[in-house]
């Protein structure tokens, strides 16, 4: 059965530093989304992705994150400058594209827990 | 205000019991998700639906959209469902991403 993949499983790297989370979508989906869970805390929704450009972003997505698909098959999330605050699990999940006015179910990754010292 | 809520928070049952979960939403949704994640951190899709009710082995998702509820119900519940579920909504004219999540119900099914 087609599964989201995600790497690392476990990244620690220090403030300040650029890191990459790195996602591999289900093949024939076409929308893209990061969300977060800080430890103990509810999941967010940070960003979706369509068409090779962002579709929405919360509050949080500020402007020290950003996505990329560089190819046809990878799904990134960059940090460029992480702070203490950004430790977190992160989710990727994907979509298929639904007929108009259609919702289509989002299939997430295994996560990578990222933690900044 | 959360715009999800469930219940309960924790909730400890014995093999074999029915369990019930619970989720209300304040706002419009045009779909709900039932989603299951493991003590290890992955988050398993289970359902979604938008009307009515959906089964999947020993797993029923029911959705009344005119009193924003759902509930999720595990029928002869066992130890490897012990798990965190959790209720998120995608608010009706969003995106297809955006969901809005609940804190989730921890799950433990004692042998």
């Known amino acids: 059965e087609p599964e989201v993949t995600q790497t690392p499983s476990h990244q620690v790297t220090q403030m300040g530093q650029e890191v990459i989370l790195r996602c591999v979508p289900i093949?024939?989906?076409?929308?893209f989304y990061w969300y977060r869970q800080i430890l103990g805390q509810k999941v967010e929704f940070l960003v979706s992705?369509?068409?090779?450009?962002?579709?929405?972003k919360s509050e949080i997505f500020d402007d020290q994150f950003s996505v990329e698909r560089p190819d046809g098959s990878n799904f990134t999330l960059k940090i460029r400058s992480t702070k203490l605050e950004d430790s977190a699990m992160y989710f990727c999940a994907s979509s298929e594209l639904g007929l108009a006015g259609e919702v289509d179910e989002q299939f997430f990754g295994p996560g990578t827990r990222l933690t900044v010292l | 205000k959360n715009e999800v809520e469930q219940s309960p928070q924790n909730l400890t049952a014995q093999e074999g019991e029915f369990i019930t979960i619970n989720c209300s939403y304040s706002v419009g949704i045009s779909a709900l998700h039932w989603l299951q994640q493991h003590p290890g951190g992955g988050i398993v899709s289970l359902f979604m639906?938008?009307?009515g009710k959906k089964k999947h082995g020993r797993l029923i998702a029911t959705i009344n959209i005119q009193e924003k509820h759902s509930s999720l119900h595990i029928t002869a519940s066992h130890p490897r469902d012990s798990a965190v579920y959790i209720c998120?909504?995608?608010?009706?004219?969003?995106?297809?991403?955006?969901?809005?999540f609940g804190k989730g119900t921890k799950l433990s099914v004692k042998p």
């Open positions: 998120a909504v995608l608010n009706y004219g969003g995106s297809q991403g955006n969901l809005i």
């Open positions: 093949s024939n989906h076409l929308y």
């Open positions: 992705f369509y068409n090779n450009e962002i579709s929405e």
């Open positions: 639906l938008s009307s």
